[in-house]
């Protein structure tokens, strides 16, 4: 079994997450990648697009999840992501990374990081 890795870098969306009832009032940009590891064999050989993963249908499932729900932890935003991708799309494994740009703590960051794996 051969597999292979779809990658979805750096999706931008505004959502309204955090731990403050301010950040999920104003809400603020995230960032996300989603990485998809699944046996696409069958669409290999076939050079088949509809055996393969649909990566605008993960984008779709992504920002459904970032724009319409709320979440208290980024960690639990991005596991719900990857449990739906890896249910939806028949992975192997999945892994979401979502990065938070504006943190709100006294000091000099460039973003807070959160990364979780589902595996099948």
């Known amino acids: 079994m051969a597999k292979y890795k779809i990658a979805l870098e750096n999706i ?3 959502g309204y997450h955090g731990a403050t009832e301010n950040e999920r009032e104003l809400g603020q940009r995230f960032e996300i990648d989603v990485e998809i590891t699944a046996d696409l064999s069958e669409a290999v050989k ?3 697009m509809k055996k393969t993963v649909n990566y605008e249908a993960v984008f779709k499932l992504v920002e459904s999840e970032v724009v319409n729900e709320r979440y208290h932890l980024l960690e639990a935003m991005a596991d719900k992501i990857a449990r ?3 249910k939806e799309f028949g992975a ?3 892994l979401v990374r979502i990065r938070k740009p504006s943190v709100p703590i006294a000091g000099a960051i460039d973003h807070v990081e959160v990364e979780v794996v589902q595996t099948a």
Do not use: H, N
Request: proline letters at 0%; charged letters at 40%.
């Open 12 to 14: 931008r969306l505004y």
């Open 46 to 48: 076939a050079d088949d």
């Open 84 to 86: 739906d991708v890896l």
């Open 92 to 94: 192997l494994e999945v």
